[in-house]
């Protein structure tokens, strides 16, 4: 059982780069989140898709695009990759938007 | 934004000892959500609660969800090496909210 499978598992940027994690679920579920994680500060939402078709900003969204490929793949996208988005990044999975989440294992960026 | 309060920040227990640690709020909240994260690892899902009051066991963790809706806890009985890891909660503030809350985590450390 797969789950939630994110790739690359790490990656290093240099400023300005760009770049796109890639995440899919093989579980059905229809909504789709991506959060990042720096340290003593849990998990902040960057931004979720309800269910294939849409997307929202959730608290961090600032410098990021995602995109929901169809109702497995959400990909998150950073333009132009800047030191303070250095953090580990997870993409989750539930079956509705009050369901509870299946996390991925993470993508941890470096951004020199 | 909605916030949630964890505590402890941090635990160290010998091991057999019960562990028990709370989550916050200062709005109500409908679920709550507890994760246990591994070292390099994704967070996984330990327990759901959907019900003011409900006690829910998985194990040899409890939880409980806080009969004024803003608060619940977790506890952990005879801990084992393996309990060790960062402890989150997370809260959907309503029915149909958009997304779960986190927690900035407990982390918890078992001595032989």
């Known amino acids: 059982n797969a789950g939630v499978t994110q790739t690359p598992k790490f990656q290093v940027l240099k400023t300005g780069q760009s770049m796109t994690l890639q995440c899919a679920q093989d579980?059905?579920?229809?909504?789709m989140y991506w959060y990042r994680q720096d340290p003593g500060m849990g998990l902040r939402l960057i931004y979720y898709?309800?269910?294939?078709?849409?997307?929202d900003k959730g608290e961090v969204p600032n410098g990021y695009n995602v995109s929901r490929l169809n109702k497995r793949e959400f990909s998150l996208r950073l333009e132009s990759a800047a030191p303070s988005q250095t953090s580990v990044y997870f993409c989750?999975?539930?079956?509705?938007?009050?369901?509870?989440?299946?996390f991925g294992q993470g993508t941890r960026l470096t951004v020199v | 934004g909605q916030q949630l309060n964890q505590s402890p920040q941090s635990m160290f227990i010998q091991e057999g000892e019960d562990v028990s640690m709370n989550c916050t709020s200062s709005?109500?909240?409908?679920?709550w959500l507890w994760y246990k994260q591994d070292p390099g690892e994704g967070p996984v899902l330990l327990i759901a609660?959907?019900?003011?009051?409900e006690l829910t066991s998985n194990g040899r963790l409890t939880a409980q969800f806080g009969i004024t809706r803003k608060d619940s806890f977790l506890n952990i009985s005879a801990s084992i090496p393996s309990d060790v890891g960062i402890y989150f909660c997370?809260?959907?503030?309503?029915?149909?909210?958009?997304?779960?809350?986190f927690g900035p985590g407990t982390r918890l450390s078992v001595l032989p």
């Open positions: 579980m059905n579920h229809n909504s």
């Open positions: 709005s109500i909240f409908n679920t």
């Open positions: 609660l959907y019900k003011a009051g």
């Open positions: 997370a809260g959907s503030p309503d029915n149909y909210g958009q997304n779960f809350v």
């Open positions: 989750a999975s539930s079956y509705t938007l009050v369901a509870e989440a299946f």
């Open positions: 898709s309800a269910s294939e078709g849409t997307t």
